[in-house]
């Protein structure tokens, strides 16, 4: 409720007892045996009305609105945790990611160096006809 | 009127106001935002070791995108997990 951005709550506190006081004393001016007095006894009991609705209306709204906040505290409190969870978990995901792709890099730098102590005795004897090459090259690119 | 614009007054006093609660969109690890690089190709006088170690570097590059797009996947199900806990 905007109005209650704007007012503090004890503004309509004041307003509901302002119209309960109205509203008792005009009844109290029944009692009172002046005529020009009486005749703001309809008014003021209108106006008391008037308030007293208010009032409630917005007593209504404040117990919404701690309502709302409450909810509002609780969540962004559920959206700091899990925040500072996704960072947690991201740092792990990436750990993980790290660790594997050293490790992968490692064996492959392992193989290179199977390859250059072992396979290139076989360079000179071993000729790698062209279609070969060809059909490797044209894998590579499957995705174009 | 005077009645009529009280009476709006009072009604407009129900408006609510936005909910000030946003979650930004979870930041995923950069090295995840790398791109799959391209596979090696083989040079036109390729020797029998150079067609092993580009082998070798094309499946180290496969196993490495494995990596990424296995991260991606646990990345999305842990935040899943994490955005449904928030309701």
């Given at each position: 409720m905007w109005l209650?951005?704007?007012l503090p709550d004890w503004v309509f506190y004041?307003?509901?007892?302002?119209?309960l006081i109205g509203l008792f004393l005009s009844y109290l001016l029944q009692f009172?045996?002046?005529?020009?007095?009486?005749?703001?006894k309809i008014p003021i009991q209108l106006v008391s009305i008037v308030l007293i609705v208010f009032a409630t209306y917005m007593f209504g709204g404040i117990a919404n609105e701690e309502q709302?906040?409450?909810?509002?505290?609780?969540?962004?409190?559920?959206?700091?945790?899990?925040e500072v969870e996704s960072v947690k978990q991201n740092v792990q995901i990436l750990e993980k990611v790290v660790k594997k792709t050293e490790y992968i890099t490692r064996k492959g730098e392992e193989v290179i160096q199977y390859v250059d102590r072992e396979i290139v005795k076989y360079d000179s004897s071993c000729v790698i006809p062209k279609e070969f090459i060809k059909a490797h090259n044209d894998a590579t690119e499957l995705n174009k | 009127m005077k009645y009529i614009i009280c009476v709006l007054f009072m009604l407009i006093s129900g408006c609510s106001t936005v909910v000030p609660v946003t979650v930004k969109f979870p930041e995923a690890p950069s090295k995840l935002q790398t791109i799959c690089p391209q596979l090696e190709?083989?040079?036109d006088e390729a020797k029998l070791s150079d067609v092993s170690k580009t082998i070798t570097i094309n499946y180290s590059t496969y196993y490495e995108c494995a990596v990424k797009v296995d991260s991606w996947i646990e990345w999305y199900q842990v935040h899943k997990l994490i955005f449904e806990g928030i309701k």
């Open positions: 209650l951005n704007f004041v307003v509901g007892s302002v119209g009172i045996p002046i005529p020009s007095i009486n005749i703001y709302w906040n409450a909810r509002v505290e609780e969540v962004e409190a559920k959206v700091a945790m899990a | 190709k083989l040079k």
